[in-house]
């Protein structure tokens, strides 16, 4: 059930009795620049921090037990062209409680107060929490650049989506932090709450009659422009390979290849079979052939950058097995592209792809990150009709799938010993 709460904003009702549990999810929409990821990652995690009527983590705390153990936190994702500032809580259920008659109505106060007033003195942002959360921020940026696998992704990325968005990270980047000033975050909390699209979502078991009209008391935004395209192509320029080198023992591998294939079009879902067959499973043939056959790897790996219209290709090996490794994905690749592929695997493919759509729909979070891609994509896809489509899938779709990739970036990050 939807209902336009003003024009640009959305509340999207998911009714279900399988939880104990009743949560929600209010997505801002800007635009993913390196900026907004920035300031908005940091605005996610001052704004969940403290507010003006709970101004201490003591009392922060001491609300969510009051509230019967609720969650609150807040994260940025990114969405091919679309950065999403989620602001994400979860509640018991009433009716599991004694005397709740007033449970939801303290929830959403909760939620009211984190949104519309946060902790600023003399009408800016709390200065003693704005640099708390850069430090805050900063360091979980150094941890992502330290881990090598995460770093060598987001090089392959920044290599292959020069000046689009395939190249931003929806966390947000150092040289930016060390810019941010909190005016900027004056700036960026105002365009949130009064231009940005908002997609809010509840999912549990409830009245929703009763449950809308609060939501429409409590979250009362004005209204906006609703225009954003998430999707879009990566586009494909010259192959180039990147390489450094690192003091430890493993090397890494990340290889991005561009799809030319966006999440609606008709051969999507032929794309995650073919992502399959490839490099999603311990069955696929990347696993199969490269790990368990060569043993030229400790894992490897294929997924797709779905909005993006991207593949992504990620293994961890020693170093003297590098071009080995690039030279067998390349032939694994070949191989697919020329068909050289059972019956057996498609159809063990698909069936592991079916399993998890329907097991998704006993995960509370799946059910709203796939209404989110709904209402992103503007279309409406329940698991059924998208498990149809799976079904449906052929080979000569694969194989037209396969022979739309393109090699786009390498990122090697080759371990060397201190000695060396």
């Given amino acids: ?53 709970y101004d201490t983590k003591v009392k922060m705390n001491r609300v969510m037990d009051d509230l019967y153990g609720a969650s609150l936190f807040a994260r940025c994702v990114g969405y091919g062209r679309v ?46 929490l704005f640099l708390e959360s850069k430090r805050l921020l900063e360091a979980k940026i150094m941890r992502k650049l330290d881990d090598t696998q995460t770093y060598t992704v987001l090089k392959a990325f920044e290599t292959a989506g ?42 549990g078991d409830f009245n929703e009659n009763q449950l809308i009209e609060m939501i429409r008391d409590k979250l009362v935004f004005e209204s906006r422009e609703n225009a954003y395209e998430a999707q879009y192509l990566v586009k494909a320029g010259q192959y180039e390979k990147i390489k450094e080198t690192k003091q430890q023992g493993q090397s890494n591998i990340a290889s991005v290849f561009a799809t030319n294939i966006a ?31 060569h043993s030229l790897c400790y894992h490897i790996s294929s997924s797709l950058v779905s909005y993006d219209g ?46 998890s759509l329907k097991a998704s729909l ?15 994509l503007n279309r409406e896809l329940s698991i059924e009709e998208n498990i149809a489509q799976i079904q449906k899938v052929t080979k000569e779709e694969i194989l037209q799938v396969f022979a739309r990739m393109q090699p786009m970036s390498s990122c090697i990050v080759e371990g060397v010993e201190e000695h060396e």
Wanted: glycine letters at 4%.
């Fill in 1 to 53: 059930m939807q209902i336009q709460l003003q024009k640009g904003v959305t509340l999207t009702c998911i009714h279900t009795n399988k939880f104990k549990d009743i949560a929600l999810t209010i997505n801002f929409l800007a635009p993913l620049t390196e900026q907004n990821a920035t300031e908005r990652t940091l605005l996610a995690l001052m704004l969940c921090d403290r507010c003006m009527r």
């Fill in 83 to 128: 950065h999403a500032l989620e602001l994400r809580s979860k509640i018991i259920n009433p009716c599991y409680i004694h005397k709740s008659n007033n449970l939801f109505n303290d929830w959403l106060n909760l939620i009211n107060e984190i949104l519309f007033h946060p902790l600023k003195i003399e009408g800016q942002f709390s200065t003693d």
């Fill in 162 to 203: 020069k000046d689009q968005p395939l190249a931003v990270s929806p966390q947000g980047s150092l040289a930016c932090l060390e810019k941010v000033t909190i005016k900027d975050l004056n700036r960026q909390y105002e365009s949130m709450l009064q231009k940005n699209p908002i997609e809010i979502m509840i999912c």
């Fill in 263 to 293: 999440v609606t079009d008709p051969l999507y879902p032929a794309l995650k079979v073919a992502n399959g067959i490839f490099g999603q499973y311990p069955s696929s043939f990347l696993f199969q052939i490269v790990r368990e056959q």
């Fill in 310 to 355: 991207a593949m992504i290709i990620v293994t961890g090996i020693e170093k003297e097995n590098i071009e080995k490794t690039m030279n067998l994905i390349d032939e694994v690749l070949d191989q697919c592209r020329k068909g050289q592929f059972d019956d057996d695997l498609i159809e063990t493919t698909k069936n592991m792809q079916i399993h």
């Fill in 362 to 376: 006993d995960e509370m979070n799946a059910i709203l990150v796939y209404n989110l891609n709904n209402r992103l």
